[in-house]
């Protein structure tokens, strides 16, 4: 079964700092992956995913991730972070065999400070 | 179109009560989710469904039980609610398919349940 780590639970930043948030899982065949953010007192929103292809995605807000298959990992990155950006960041990992199983980490914090 | 709607939004129950979430989606959507969010544990899947009349357990299915009688609706109960269950619980829908632009999650704005 597929699982997914982010090791990150709360991140401090200034604004216009660059971001980059961790994400790990773990699955030996292939899988999609996915970023979404809550906004305080929102429900979740896709940001980005990967299916195939291009390792590096790009996604809404400013927002990409490079998926590193050696690494199992899909690291979130934004060159330039604003205030608005405040908000939770779940990492989310389906197995593509059983694609339907959407699997989710533990959500890091991201706190930025005007 | 309302989307994925969560009903009720807010409930308080006591140890031993049993209630029924509903989650209804108007997108036609074949695959639905239940998910409870806690501080410090990010989304859990308690149970989801590919279709009608299918039910699947997730990471945490314990205590709960699920229905998907009607393809827009997929109902979570708890038989007999336990202080653990204190959560806010999200449902969510997506199209079926692997690796296609459509497959991304829709979620409802989630219910907050307190158990006494």
């Known amino acids: 079964a597929q699982s997914v780590s982010q090791h990150n639970h709360h991140v401090i930043l200034s604004e216009a700092a660059s971001l980059e948030l961790g994400c790990n899982y773990s699955?030996?065949?292939?899988?999609?992956l996915f970023w979404y953010v809550q906004y305080p007192g929102q429900h979740l929103q896709l940001l980005l995913k990967y299916f195939s292809g291009d390792p590096l995605v790009k996604g809404i807000k400013g927002f990409e991730a490079e998926f590193i298959k050696s690494k199992f990992s899909f690291n979130l990155r934004k060159p330039s972070v604003q205030w608005s950006d405040t908000a939770e960041y779940f990492c989310a990992v389906a197995a593509y065999s059983s694609a339907s199983k959407i699997i989710f980490g533990s959500g890091t914090r991201l706190s930025i400070r005007p | 179109n309302a989307g994925v709607t969560q009903t009720p939004k807010f409930r308080v129950l006591k140890t031993g009560q049993s209630m029924t979430l509903l989650c209804a989606q108007d997108m036609n959507h074949e695959y639905m989710y239940w998910y409870r969010q806690d501080p410090g544990m990010g989304l859990r899947l308690i149970h989801y469904?590919?279709?009608?009349?299918?039910?699947a357990k997730g990471e945490v299915p314990d205590g709960y039980n699920v229905s998907r009688l009607k393809k827009q609706n997929f109902l979570l109960g708890l038989e007999s609610a336990a202080p653990s269950q204190t959560s806010v619980y999200f449902c969510a829908s997506r199209t079926a398919g692997q690796g296609t632009t459509n497959e991304k999650l829709f979620f409802g704005s989630g219910t907050q349940l307190s158990v006494l």
């Open positions: 469904s590919v279709g009608e009349g299918t039910t």
């Open positions: 699955y030996g065949g292939t899988v999609n």
